[in-house]
RNA sequence: GCCCGGGUGGUGAAAUUGGUAGACACAUCGGACUUAAAAUCCGCCGCUUUCCUGCAUAAGGGGCGUACCGGUUCGAUUCCGGUCCCGGGCACCA
């Protein structure tokens, strides 16, 4: 064999016989165990980035380790194609997304393909592939059959001089990325899939389904389903709209969580677009001007939720259910149309946001729960204004003196017999709306007639193709303008020309059922087929931490409702789920002279630290364009990689000058999966130097004739000598290790493991025994299948060149080893000795001595004799195998 | 602002979840090999030397130490309460 590890040519031998062997190909086989092992489909942004690198190896680790342990293992690979950043590189460079998003997957598919991984590419799916996308036209339109797909208005983002809707990410403190203009709320029309009915099984399932999910994911998306118990209940009023009719039925709505303190109300707030908002700005010009105020500025909660709390009186009243008040109402600009009944009741004796508008306002503040007989001052909110369990009713009428439960069920019972209000389950959780006004997307399935309205394309119609050759300018939808697009379009209906919906789908809805669709790609009969049934649930899901909520929410939603359309058989999904942490880089940036903001590479820079060595900022440390070396540039942190801020790393040129086995040894070893990996290149050396150091091992090996015969016989004890005996014992201690470490997945560790095996085997002083040959062979052959799952080329190449391929086969379906337990037995254990709970030394024993034993050696020690200083130990405690403190 | 997570040496981290804190590495430094360099191999590597023994900044012992403050326990990186900082998500980035 070779003497010097040459990556290129190990890691191309490797692969080509791979490729030949079609190794990766998988078939659905009833009589073997399955197990699906997926990560989450990469955008293909045009490079392989770290975290994809990451995600992948763990995936690929993940694999190969159950296909030695005997599994049928699926691992496929897809493209979430659709998207936004297809649409700004065609501003930026005049390209069609879709040469674009084919030429990105073409690049990036060599690049996975280089880095060895075991994927089953004959299952390859591109969400922008009309074979796919057709069936979410399909399951769209069941949906709309179903009545789980309906239309409504929903509020966008609105750039006045682009003419066009913004992404939330395209809102850049309030205004426009490409005009700077003041973004404004608008309401379009849209469609919105009922994922609130599916609330409580989605909620019941986190709590109770998802055993193999990390509880912080489970407790994200608790709190984002949100389940509420309160009360909605209505106030009255006569107020009449311009056709005479009662607004709302005379009825303003509301709901609240703490009916108890309906007492205390003292005004009430409606959202901006609320009706009884816009009857009242009809005749007040500065309450118009007021709502149209409201409007501008973004729709994240986020944002809302920063923004300074204020509000108009409208001069409406509305009558107090219970008490007969007469109540103001006010607009509030923290008030969402879109959540409730887009009215609140105003509390501000009990809750803290309705406390500063109250006195930002001065509206009359009216204690109604006392806690624990605190004193209540008007002038300064404190917590306990708001705590609901230790508080009793007071100042309400005959409703006073109750605790909150109580207090809620008494009144909750006297509005019903009023019917003005019942108990309510609430839900955080909205609809989900899957509109899009944009081109690079799936067309969503629909026709729009004079006279009939919107009308669903009919099944046999499907897919409605998306035209290839739009380039977007950045000025609305350009479906809007393509002929081809609307051309011979009738309503399915009357048969008259008609034009077609020009929204494409939320990309999330590619995304929500693609791991289905790798069980039979290209079935053009059925969504999915019988494979699905064999494969699904998938047992592991891999991927980023930040879609924790909204994909894998969406997805379980997406799996409920094809299950109860009859397609798939799984209630849920993802049978466990490993959130692999992000990869984050060092951000830095300087403001220009225009205002724009220049982002510059880590290597471009170099970093100012102060006394305790944090960084405080950095200097270039060369001249770039007009700014001379040493301009000081600004620290912002670390954060995600990204394209935008210069601070992605290129896995490329870790593969080509290290080989894809280093850049996937380092990302294993550097940090736990679940870990943020901040990322710091300083030390990939270390991970190519060690696979040399395995390398010239094996070499070594290969020179000692006959290495190839000294296969181990287990349970022969006799034959190993005393140094032969001790190899043994380190080799199947941490192989015993390494394995727990596959089994939870924490791969840094076994990387650890493996390497503490090559310090073990090289450390071994062989006196040329056959006893010795045997057991540095064995442990070799130990080490090169627990190093294989993460570095599969060199560990391939090894195996093949010592002679194990002849001895068990193929590395890739080898028997994976088993710990001898005759190895791990020791005559004499080591135990720490505490006294009263410091550390003070140790003692060795007996292995197997009983509690007695060690308590009577640890008094006899030197160390407690000395310290003890004739004291009786009061007790004793003994941590089998670990330690023993004595409390004197 | 709200929800979730994290904080351990110069650096990445480990500690099988209450039992030897820093395994395994990276970097720096020191040494071997070499005419030299590279490569390789070996060694030191939390703080405290105004805590003690010592001529000693050698060696040994002691004390402190897992963001910060407090608590529970024979024993806390791990459990509980509070604070600070960092990261992720917040429904049209994916």
């Given at each position: 064999?070779?003497?010097?590890?040459?990556?290129?040519?190990?890691?191309?031998?490797?692969?080509?016989?791979?490729?030949?062997?079609?190794?990766?190909?998988?078939?659905?086989?009833?009589?073997?165990?399955?197990?699906?092992?997926?990560?989450?489909?990469?955008?293909?942004?045009?490079?392989?980035?770290?975290?994809?690198?990451?995600?992948?190896?763990?995936?690929?680790?993940?694999?190969?380790?159950?296909?030695?342990?005997?599994?049928?293992?699926?691992?496929?690979?897809?493209?979430?194609?659709?998207?936004?950043?297809?649409?700004?590189?065609?501003?930026?460079?005049?390209?069609?997304?879709?040469?674009?998003?084919?030429?990105?997957?073409?690049?990036?598919?060599?690049?996975?393909?280089?880095?060895?991984?075991?994927?089953?590419?004959?299952?390859?799916?591109?969400?922008?592939?009309?074979?796919?996308?057709?069936?979410?036209?399909?399951?769209?339109?069941?949906?709309?059959?179903?009545?789980?797909?309906?239309?409504?208005?929903?509020?966008?983002?609105?750039?006045?001089?682009?003419?066009?809707?913004?992404?939330?990410?395209?809102?850049?403190?309030?205004?426009?990325?490409?005009?700077?203009?003041?973004?404004?709320?608008?309401?379009?029309?849209?469609?919105?899939?009922?994922?609130?009915?599916?609330?409580?099984?989605?909620?019941?399932?986190?709590?109770?389904?998802?055993?193999?999910?990390?509880?912080?994911?489970?407790?994200?998306?608790?709190?984002?389903?949100?389940?509420?118990?309160?009360?909605?209940?209505?106030?009255?009023?006569?107020?009449?709209?311009?056709?005479?009719?009662?607004?709302?039925?005379?009825?303003?709505?509301?709901?609240?969580?703490?009916?108890?303190?309906?007492?205390?109300?003292?005004?009430?707030?409606?959202?901006?677009?609320?009706?009884?908002?816009?009857?009242?700005?009809?005749?007040?010009?500065?309450?118009?001007?007021?709502?149209?105020?409201?409007?501008?500025?973004?729709?994240?909660?986020?944002?809302?939720?920063?923004?300074?709390?204020?509000?108009?009186?409208?001069?409406?009243?509305?009558?107090?259910?219970?008490?007969?008040?007469?109540?103001?109402?006010?607009?509030?600009?923290?008030?969402?149309?879109?959540?409730?009944?887009?009215?609140?009741?105003?509390?501000?004796?009990?809750?803290?946001?309705?406390?500063?508008?109250?006195?930002?306002?001065?509206?009359?503040?009216?204690?109604?729960?006392?806690?624990?007989?605190?004193?209540?001052?008007?002038?300064?909110?404190?917590?306990?204004?708001?705590?609901?369990?230790?508080?009793?009713?007071?100042?309400?009428?005959?409703?006073?003196?109750?605790?909150?439960?109580?207090?809620?069920?008494?009144?909750?019972?006297?509005?019903?017999?009023?019917?003005?209000?019942?108990?309510?389950?609430?839900?955080?959780?909205?609809?989900?709306?899957?509109?899009?006004?944009?081109?690079?997307?799936?067309?969503?399935?629909?026709?729009?007639?004079?006279?009939?309205g919107a009308v669903p394309v009919p099944e046999k119609d499907l897919p409605v193709v998306l035209p290839q050759d739009c380039v977007p300018d950045g000025s609305g939808n350009p479906l809007n303008k393509h002929e081809g697009f609307h051309a011979g379009v009738v309503c399915p209906i009357c048969g008259r020309s008609a034009r077609r919906e020009t929204d494409t789908m939320d990309t999330f809805v590619d995304s929500s059922w693609y791991f289905m669709r790798y069980c039979d790609p290209t079935n053009d009969q059925k969504m999915v087929a019988?494979?699905?049934?064999?494969?699904?649930?998938?047992?592991?899901?891999?991927?980023?931490?930040?879609?924790?909520?909204?994909?894998?929410?969406?997805?379980?939603?997406?799996?409920?409702?094809?299950?109860?359309?009859?397609?798939?058989?799984?209630?849920?999904?993802?049978?466990?789920?490993?959130?692999?942490?992000?990869?984050?880089?060092?951000?830095?940036?300087?403001?220009?002279?225009?205002?724009?903001?220049?982002?510059?590479?880590?290597?471009?820079?170099?970093?100012?630290?102060?006394?305790?060595?944090?960084?405080?900022?950095?200097?270039?440390?060369?001249?770039?364009?007009?700014?001379?070396?040493?301009?000081?540039?600004?620290?912002?942190?670390?954060?995600?990689?990204?394209?935008?801020?210069?601070?992605?790393?290129?896995?490329?040129?870790?593969?080509?000058?290290?080989?894809?086995?280093?850049?996937?040894?380092?990302?294993?070893?550097?940090?736990?999966?679940?870990?943020?990996?901040?990322?710091?290149?300083?030390?990939?050396?270390?991970?190519?130097?060690?696979?040399?150091?395995?390398?010239?091992?094996?070499?070594?090996?290969?020179?000692?004739?006959?290495?190839?015969?000294?296969?181990?016989?287990?349970?022969?004890?006799?034959?190993?000598?005393?140094?032969?005996?001790?190899?043994?014992?380190?080799?199947?201690?941490?192989?015993?290790?390494?394995?727990?470490?596959?089994?939870?997945?924490?791969?840094?560790?076994?990387?650890?493991?493996?390497?503490?095996?090559?310090?073990?085997?090289?450390?071994?002083?062989?006196?040329?025994?056959?006893?010795?040959?045997?057991?540095?062979?064995?442990?070799?052959?130990?080490?090169?299948?627990?190093?294989?799952?993460?570095?599969?080329?060199?560990?391939?190449?090894?195996?093949?060149?010592?002679?194990?391929?002849?001895?068990?086969?193929?590395?890739?379906?080898?028997?994976?080893?088993?710990?001898?337990?005759?190895?791990?037995?020791?005559?004499?254990?080591?135990?720490?000795?505490?006294?009263?709970?410091?550390?003070?030394?140790?003692?060795?024993?007996?292995?197997?001595?009983?509690?007695?034993?060690?308590?009577?050696?640890?008094?006899?020690?030197?160390?407690?004799?000395?310290?003890?200083?004739?004291?009786?130990?009061?007790?004793?405690?003994?941590?089998?195998?670990?330690?023993?403190?004595?409390?004197?």
């Amino acid at each position: 064999m070779q003497e010097k590890y040459n990556h290129l040519d190990v890691e191309q031998t490797a692969q080509t016989h791979w490729t030949t062997r079609d190794a990766y190909r998988v078939i659905e086989d009833a009589a073997r165990k399955k197990f699906y092992a997926c990560s989450m489909l990469p955008y293909p942004s045009g490079k392989l980035h770290m975290g994809h690198v990451r995600n992948y190896t763990i995936n690929d680790m993940l694999t190969r380790y159950l296909r030695m342990n005997g599994y049928n293992v699926l691992m496929p690979m897809g493209w979430d194609a659709f998207g936004l950043p297809a649409e700004n590189a065609a501003l930026k460079n005049g390209v069609p997304p879709a040469r674009w998003t084919y030429e990105n997957i073409a690049y990036m598919k060599r690049q996975m393909q280089a880095m060895g991984l075991a994927i089953d590419w004959s299952r390859e799916v591109a969400t922008c592939d009309p074979r796919y996308y057709k069936w979410n036209q399909w399951l769209f339109l069941k949906m709309l059959e179903k009545g789980i797909a309906y239309r409504k208005t929903q509020v966008v983002n609105w750039d006045p001089v682009d003419q066009t809707v913004l992404a939330n990410e395209q809102v850049i403190d309030g205004k426009g990325w490409r005009t700077g203009a003041t973004v404004e709320k608008r309401e379009i029309p849209g469609y919105y899939l009922k994922i609130t009915d599916y609330a409580q099984e989605l909620l019941g399932h986190v709590q109770t389904g998802l055993p193999g999910w990390p509880e912080r994911v489970k407790l994200m998306q608790e709190n984002w389903i949100g389940k509420s118990e309160g009360v909605r209940f209505a106030f009255t009023h006569n107020i009449r709209g311009d056709n005479g009719a009662l607004i709302g039925g005379g009825r303003m709505y509301v709901f609240t969580t703490r009916a108890d303190t309906i007492m205390g109300v003292t005004f009430c707030a409606v959202a901006p677009e609320h009706p009884l908002a816009l009857h009242a700005a009809k005749t007040q010009p500065a309450l118009a001007a007021f709502i149209e105020e409201c409007k501008t500025g973004g729709t994240t909660e986020a944002e809302l939720a920063v923004k300074e709390k204020v509000g108009m009186r409208t001069g409406l009243k509305v009558v107090h259910p219970l008490n007969g008040h007469l109540i103001d109402v006010w607009v509030g600009n923290y008030v969402l149309m879109s959540y409730g009944d887009g009215a609140v009741m105003g509390v501000p004796a009990h809750d803290e946001r309705d406390f500063a508008f109250a006195k930002k306002y001065g509206i009359a503040i009216v204690e109604v729960v006392l806690v624990d007989g605190m004193t209540y001052d008007y002038d300064q909110w404190q917590d306990w204004y708001g705590d609901k369990q230790r508080g009793v009713t007071i100042n309400s009428d005959s409703f006073s003196g109750l605790s909150y439960k109580d207090a809620v069920n008494a009144i909750a019972h006297a509005l019903g017999k009023e019917g003005l209000g019942e108990k309510k389950t609430t839900w955080r959780l909205r609809d989900w709306g899957v509109s899009r006004q944009r081109y690079w997307g799936t067309p969503i399935p629909i026709i729009h007639c004079a006279e009939h309205g919107a009308v669903p394309v009919p099944e046999k119609d499907l897919p409605v193709v998306l035209p290839q050759d739009c380039v977007p300018d950045g000025s609305g939808n350009p479906l809007n303008k393509h002929e081809g697009f609307h051309a011979g379009v009738v309503c399915p209906i009357c048969g008259r020309s008609a034009r077609r919906e020009t929204d494409t789908m939320d990309t999330f809805v590619d995304s929500s059922w693609y791991f289905m669709r790798y069980c039979d790609p290209t079935n053009d009969q059925k969504m999915v087929a019988e494979g699905a049934d064999y494969w699904m649930p998938m047992d592991q899901y891999i991927g980023g931490i930040e879609h924790a909520i909204l994909h894998l929410l969406y997805a379980r939603f997406w799996t409920k409702v094809m299950r109860d359309l009859g397609l798939v058989k799984v209630d849920e999904p993802f049978t466990k789920l490993l959130t692999q942490g992000m990869v984050l880089n060092h951000i830095y940036s300087r403001k220009g002279e225009k205002g724009g903001v220049e982002y510059f590479w880590p290597h471009e820079v170099e970093d100012i630290h102060d006394a305790n060595g944090k960084i405080t900022g950095a200097k270039l440390k060369e001249a770039k364009g007009s700014l001379p070396a040493g301009t000081l540039i600004t620290y912002e942190g670390v954060g995600t990689m990204s394209k935008s801020k210069n601070n992605g790393v290129d896995p490329q040129d870790l593969i080509e000058k290290y080989g894809a086995d280093t850049a996937r040894l380092y990302t294993m070893f550097t940090a736990p999966p679940e870990a943020t990996l901040e990322w710091n290149d300083a030390a990939v050396e270390g991970s190519y130097r060690f696979l040399r150091r395995v390398w010239n091992f094996g070499a070594r090996l290969s020179a000692i004739n006959n290495i190839a015969s000294h296969a181990i016989s287990t349970g022969v004890d006799g034959q190993f000598g005393k140094e032969a005996k001790a190899l043994r014992l380190e080799i199947h201690t941490v192989f015993k290790q390494v394995d727990y470490d596959y089994q939870r997945m924490q791969y840094n560790t076994v990387v650890s493991g493996v390497m503490k095996m090559l310090n073990a085997l090289e450390d071994f002083k062989s006196d040329g025994s056959t006893g010795s040959v045997m057991a540095v062979r064995e442990g070799f052959g130990m080490l090169l299948r627990c190093m294989y799952p993460a570095t599969p080329h060199i560990a391939h190449t090894l195996w093949t060149e010592l002679g194990f391929a002849g001895q068990l086969g193929d590395l890739l379906d080898a028997p994976w080893p088993k710990v001898d337990d005759s190895a791990l037995v020791q005559d004499e254990i080591e135990l720490m000795l505490q006294i009263n709970g410091k550390l003070r030394g140790a003692i060795r024993v007996p292995a197997g001595s009983g509690k007695e034993v060690i308590e009577a050696a640890a008094v006899a020690s030197e160390v407690f004799v000395k310290l003890a200083e004739g004291a009786a130990p009061k007790k004793v405690i003994v941590v089998p195998g670990r330690l023993v403190n004595v409390v004197i």
